[in-house]
Structure formats: C-alpha cells, structure tokens
C-alpha cells in the first residue's frame, strides 16, 4: 500500500495560471496523454476569480472496442457528439440527471476516444469551491474535488462548456508538474458494471499520483 503523501504536487507560487497548454500537448495516443495529464493544473476563470486544481486521477474511455466507452457505436448523438470531436477540447456529460463530467477529447485511432477528469488537488479558490459545494470554508479539502461530479459542481463546470477548447479563456489546463512513471499508479476503472462491460472491467485505464489524498477511491 503506497504511503498517503500530505505534500502539494503543486505549489501556487510556480505554477503560470493563465498561460494554457499548447493544443500540441493533446496530440498523443489517449493512454499516454492520461499519464501526462497527471500533475497538470486545470483552472476554471469565473468573472474576476480563478479555481484551480492539481489533476490526480483520470480514466481513459474509447480508443479500442471498449464497451463503457461512449463511442462505442461509432456515432456520435446529441450527447457524445463533442466526445467525437478534435483533441483538446473538452466533452462534458450529465450523469444520474445530475452531475456533470468533464473529459479531455484525445485523438481518436479507430474510435473516439477520452479522458475522464476523475480528481484534482485544490491549489487555488478553496473557499469559493467549498460554497458551490455547500460547505463552510473550513471544510476538509479533501471533500471538494474527490470525484467527477464534485470537481464540476466545485468549478461550475456544465454543459455550456461542451465542446469547448481547452485553450479557451473561461476553462483551460497549464502546466504543472511533469510526473515520472515511478509517481504513477494504474487500476481499473470505476463504477463499471461486468454485465453491461465484460472483460473492460479488468482493463487497467485508470491512472492515478501514486500517494494522492485527494483520490475519489483509493487505488
């Protein structure tokens, strides 16, 4: 069992905020892109104001014949559509007809393919991500963005951003820190049901910061 780590993946002070990642960046094959999102900042600008987050925990979705994948059929509907879509932008669902989820659209090979955005360490607007969560700003950090649905509703994240670039200026991800294989974890995927999915429920496409506390479910 890897030890919990308490120290930042990220400090503030070193981190450029407002200079988004190069669409360049997005350019990779969509397990390898996952990887290389661990570590970097997502941030949301609302108004004046600007929450960000340390990316800790991604799922990769389609790319192969993947049964969970959105793209499985190969055509997109008013739902999927952005998920079919050009590397860099982003694809965001509504779940339970509740919650929102972003993913980060990767190139696509022989099906569309992306990347779920499933946990972010908070770096930056802590006490406006605990309002939208309905806590006190006191409130434990580790609450705030531990799970796809918590991280949107923390940072305002909905469908108006679907299919958005995400080298736009409302949300964006910059550079944050460059990870090696040894700070990486894999284990399967979340919440995937074996009767609807079959062997893809074995498949390890989740990648995880090896020692994160900020993970929606330990690894």
Known sequence: MPSVSADPIVELEDVELTSALELEFYERESHELARAL???????AIDDELLAGTIVEVEVYGGTE????HSNSGKPTSRTEAMFGPAGTAYVYTIYGI???????APKVTHAS??????????????????SRGFDEDVDDRKLLSGPGK??????????????????TSLYIVAGADLGESQVDTSTRIGLNPKTCGESV?????????GSRYLSRKA
């Open 38 to 44: 661990l570590g970097q900042v997502l941030v949301r």
């Open 66 to 69: 993947d049964p969970a994948s």
């Open 99 to 105: 919650y929102q989820c972003l993913n980060v659209v």
């Open 114 to 131: 992306a990347i779920l955005i499933r946990a972010l360490e908070p770096l930056k607007g802590h006490g406006s991500m605990a309002a």
């Open 151 to 168: 991280l949107c509703q923390a940072m305002a994240i909905d469908k108006s951003l679907d299919g958005q670039w995400l080298t736009d």
């Open 202 to 210: 074995d498949w390890e496409w989740r990648y995880t910061v090896l």
